[in-house]
């Protein structure tokens, strides 16, 4: 069973920064994909940043330019830096990882942007 520990979850201002972590106890050097998810209040869970097989990374269009995704696999961890942030940015997010035949989702910390 592997746990992810997300951490940095908070209030920010519109046009603020914030960087979420995502810390694996099992190492990443035979993930198969990780991936940043959120979910806002009444709306479905969307995909916001994924890095899959050969390294390629995706962001969904509502992030790009704005959300970068860097990981430190020596701290099996995942990152999700945020900047720009927009009042539409406000949700829970979620870390997934894949290894294998097998997923695992983080705790979810709540991110709130707001003045």
């Known amino acids: 069973q592997v746990q992810l520990v997300e951490s940095g979850g908070g209030v920010v201002q519109p046009g603020g920064s914030l960087r979420l972590s995502c810390a694996a106890t099992?190492?990443?050097?035979?993930?198969?994909?990780e991936a940043w998810y959120r979910q806002a209040p009444g709306r479905v869970r969307e995909l916001v940043a994924a890095?899959?097989?050969?390294?390629?990374?995706n962001y969904a269009d509502a992030v790009k330019g704005r959300f970068t995704i860097p990981r430190d696999i020596a701290k099996n961890t995942l990152y999700l830096h945020m900047s720009a942030l927009k009042p539409e940015d406000t949700a829970v997010y979620f870390c997934?990882?894949?290894?294998?035949?097998?997923?695992?989702w983080g705790q979810g910390p709540q991110v709130t942007v707001s003045s």
């Open positions: 890095i899959t097989p050969g390294d390629n990374i």
């Open positions: 099992r190492n990443m050097f035979d993930i198969y994909s």
């Open positions: 997934h990882f894949h290894y294998g035949p097998h997923a695992y």
